[in-house]
């Protein structure tokens, strides 16, 4: 059994539902997930997990939700280097913004890169103009991850 810690950042709660979705298949394979809409250094530090899923939607011009913001800020003043703790990213945008698709689960990726995560499987987008079932869209990446993350 591992342990999964999933910070999620949300504005109108498309994201939170994908992450619990994941949460709840997590646990049916028999591991522990915490989704976590106030994610922080503290909570990554302290809960001994073996491996990190960001989900996360994109507001504004390119923005985190604010929700995401203080993590992401504070992963940067913190520096908590991952040493190689697997992490990955589910990024939910809409891809009528053209030059900031997905730009949020872009700039986590980048910072979770920084601080020496590893990322077996890149991070997947999930396009609101493509699809009205994120939740089932994001499992099939989840499967692929886990299956990278958590051999059997
Ligand atoms: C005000 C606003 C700004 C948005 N800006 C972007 C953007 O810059 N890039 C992008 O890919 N999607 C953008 N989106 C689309 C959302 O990321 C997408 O609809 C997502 O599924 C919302 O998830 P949430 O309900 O968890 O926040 C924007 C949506 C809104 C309402």
Redesign the pocket.
């Known amino acids: 059994m591992a342990k999964v810690y999933i910070p999620v950042?949300?504005?109108?709660?498309?994201?939170?539902a994908v992450a619990q979705a994941c949460a709840a298949q997590l646990v049916k394979d028999g591991h522990e997930a915490v989704v976590d809409s106030d994610a922080s250094v503290t909570a990554l530090n302290d809960g001994a997990w073996d491996a990190v899923l960001i989900v996360t939607?994109?507001?504004?011009?390119?923005?985190l939700?604010g929700n995401l913001v203080p993590f992401y800020d504070d992963l940067k003043s913190q520096s908590p280097l991952q040493n190689g703790r697997p992490f990955g990213v589910i990024s939910?945008?809409?891809?009528s913004?053209d030059r900031?698709?997905?730009?949020?689960g872009a700039l986590m990726e980048e910072r979770f890169c920084e601080l020496q995560g590893r990322a077996p499987v890149p991070r997947v987008t999930?396009d609101?103009t493509e699809t009205r079932t994120?939740e089932v869209d994001a499992l099939f990446w989840l499967k692929e991850w886990t299956d990278a993350v958590f051999p059997a």
């Open positions: 950042g949300s504005v109108r709660g498309t994201a939170t939607s994109t507001t504004g011009k390119g923005a939700p939910l945008g809409d891809s913004h900031t698709f997905c730009q949020g999930i609101a994120p």
